[in-house]
């Protein structure tokens, strides 16, 4: 009875990290690019939280990565955390981090025409209406300001956004094939580092250091990089792995249509964003195209065996994009 109890307070907690955490984190982005450049702020964050994963792994006797596998991680970080992480980051500078969460969560509906383009998926009807439904939400968003009420979101903000969220699908489909090291913490480690040094490098070709006042970052923009590096990106992202190995896929995918829920919530609630007619409509539409695709593409996946990709276990073969 009380092994069952430990499994379960276990599940509960893996779960509440992932849906809390990672959907906080949109709002402590926003709070931590107050008096830190975006690019620099990301950087950081990564290396930061790549550099306690890659001693983690190490303690644990991982053995030494090949070659191949930091061209992963560079390939893999250009993707998910240059153009992913980093464009989020930039574009929260104009759009409110609730608003730009929904932008960010249609990432499904980028990797389904991807790999249908591929050739890799078929599209059913329950996926088409999810994509028509997909960029519908995003049409409300950023459509006119007579529509629903509310003001849209910035168009140069939203286009920042929808170039993130390609990015990470890119990312995410090459990431499920490419080489990697058996260990998972230690391939996203290397992720983190590689992508994290990118954007510092990006930080500075756009004159970050340059706009960088180091005396003038405030206590606020200190602690949310810190809860960034090591709850965003460390803690939960470590529930994140343990729920791919002990709940089924598509319970484990539930996060990112709850993430951007809690992100407009949060946003609202403690970041002071309004909570327009618009925000609430569009959150619908857009968390329910998301549920129906990520529902159907579990459906087909769980009827079919995983496939097995050398060098790795298959049931961690995606570095979640909100790590």
Not at 203 to 215: C, L, N
Not at 242 to 270: C, D, E, H, K, Q
Not at 299 to 319: C, Q, T
């Amino acid at each position: 009875m009380t092994s069952k109890l430990s499994e379960r307070s276990k599940l509960i907690a893996a779960f509440a990290a992932v849906y809390l955490i990672w959907g906080s984190t949109y709002l402590a982005i926003r709070f931590a690019i107050e008096t830190i450049p975006p690019f620099l702020m990301a950087g950081t964050r990564f290396l930061m939280a790549g550099s306690i994963l890659f001693l983690f792994a190490k303690t644990r006797g991982t053995p030494r990565p090949q070659l191949i596998h930091w061209r992963t991680a560079l390939v893999v970080g250009v993707f998910l955390l240059l153009g992913g992480n980093g464009l989020v980051a930039w574009s929260e500078q104009v759009v409110p981090s609730g608003q730009a969460a929904l932008l960010v969560t249609t990432e499904p509906l980028w990797v389904m025409i991807i790999a249908y383009t591929m050739g890799r998926e078929r599209l059913s009807g329950t996926v088409v209406i999810g994509l028509v439904m997909g960029f519908a939400g995003v049409l409300l968003l950023v459509g006119p300001e007579t529509i629903a009420g509310g003001e849209r979101v910035s168009r140069i903000g939203a286009l920042a956004l929808t170039v993130a969220a390609l990015s990470w699908a890119i990312g995410s489909l090459y990431s499920s094939r490419a080489p990697q090291p058996s260990s998972q913490s230690l391939a996203s480690a290397m992720t983190m580092l590689a992508g994290g040094a990118l954007l510092i490098l990006a930080g500075a070709a756009t004159g970050e250091f340059a706009r960088f006042d180091f005396g003038a970052v405030t206590l606020r923009s200190t602690i949310a990089l810190a809860y960034l590096s090591i709850f965003g990106s460390v803690v939960a992202f470590s529930a994140y792995l343990w729920l791919m190995r002990n709940v089924t896929p598509s319970r484990a995918s539930t996060y990112a249509y709850v993430n951007p829920v809690i992100a407009v919530l949060v946003g609202w609630g403690f970041g002071g964003e309004g909570l327009t007619l618009r925000t609430v409509l569009a959150a619908v539409i857009i968390v329910g195209s998301v549920s129906l695709i990520i529902s159907k593409q579990s459906a087909v996946n769980e009827r079919k065996p995983a496939p097995k990709i050398k060098g790795r276990d298959s049931s961690e073969s995606r570095l979640s994009k909100a790590a």
